[in-house]
């Protein structure tokens, strides 16, 4: 019976300490996990895609996110934060969802899905900018970049829309 109750203390114990994670830690987890995720989609944009802008935004994406998910994994470390490995469950399956597109289907999927991406991205890393720490500094430093990208994927949907 105490074997049970120490258990069970020990598993409360690391719930609520998983529980407290900083909003900052927890921002950083989801920002690797989305750059993660933006470096696979900029690839299969390359592969996938029909348009050479859509290929070059692709290009782009992959380019920049890998950079960026350099240093939120340093900013991780540095806040001792275990840095994710790779995308989360929905990311994944976005992906696989794009992955069977190709040709022009693919090009207006992927540029609307990069627009509403970014948008959720901006309003995230804006929010975390506020914070005084590690996480605070990635997220001022990336906003720019993923604007330029937001810019991007809407010239890609405006294109697509007024070349019908």
Request: aromatic letters at 4%; proline letters at 4%; zero cysteines.
């Amino acid at each position: 019976m105490k074997v049970t109750a120490l258990t069970v203390l020990a598993l409360l114990l690391a719930t609520s300490a998983h529980a407290a994670e900083k909003p900052s830690q927890t921002f950083l987890k989801k920002a690797i996990q989305g750059n993660y995720a933006e470096v696979e989609m900029g690839k299969l944009a390359q592969q996938n895609g029909q348009s050479d802008n859509v290929k070059n935004f692709g290009q782009m994406l992959q380019a920049d996110h890998a950079a960026a998910n350099e240093k939120a994994i340093d900013a991780a470390k540095s806040m001792g934060v275990t840095p994710p490995d790779g995308p989360n469950a929905k990311q994944k399956a976005d992906y696989e969802k794009m992955s069977k597109m190709s040709g022009p289907q693919f090009d207006r999927d992927f540029a609307t899905h990069m627009v509403a991406d970014h948008q959720k991205d901006i309003a995230e890393y804006t929010k975390a900018s506020k914070s005084a720490d590690a996480a605070g500094e990635y997220a001022k430093g990336n906003i720019p970049v993923l604007q330029k990208h937001l810019e991007t994927a809407r010239s890609l949907t405006s294109k697509k829309t007024s070349s019908r």
